[in-house]
């Protein structure tokens, strides 16, 4: 956790990494393809250790078949259901459990809030599959609603590169990040740095030092 002391030097070193990430990516945004709420709700639940580009090579296929939210109620009423769906997003790894929880979604989401997806925080996380980091994302795309700033993969090793968090769970990474970044940004931040993180700060072993983020840091 950040002491309010070390606070202003870490908002100066946002304002000076957002200007750099700003030229980088003027229009970050979600990479998930989808047509409507429930469709992201979808796209975002089958993200789960799976990239983005997987995940909309299997939707459009998905989306044409299960064209409502009644569809995939309906294909949770039976085994042979579940199995058809499960089927259709097998490519995108831990298909069991995603199956599961879309289809639970979808029940859960047609009984309490008539098909529509609900527009809090504290709403989104009781849709089954559905955590923090989801919910941050979801409602943001769909409401414009921001709560929070989502903290994936790469916002994690960011946030730990550029000295923002010494913590490991996203939940305490997130609380740092909002002290630090002014909720006018917080959304866009999630977007410019998981960008960042793909076309820049990889993941696997490089030159840290040619990162542009490094040489505006000094």
Known sequence: MISEKDLPQYKRRWQKIARVLRKLFPHAKIALTYGNNWELLVAVRLSAQCTDKKVNEITPALFKKYRTLDDYVKAGETAAGVRGFEQMIKQCGFYHAKAKDILAAAKYIKEKYHGKLPRTMAEMVKVP???????????????????????????IRLSHLLGFSRE???????????????????????????????????????????????KALG
Not at 135 to 154: F, P
Not at 191 to 201: K, N, V
């Open 168 to 214: 490991k769970t996203p939940e305490k990474i997130e609380r740092d990040l909002m002290a630090i970044i002014p909720r006018k940004d917080w959304f866009r931040a999630t977007y410019m740095l998981i960008d960042y993180g793909r076309a820049y700060c990889v993941a696997r072993p490089h030159k840290h030092e040619l990162c542009p983020l490094t």
């Open 129 to 155: 599959g559905v955590g923090r980091k989801s919910a941050n994302v979801i409602l943001g795309n769909a409401y414009g609603v921001v709560e929070g700033i989502a903290v994936d993969t790469h916002v």
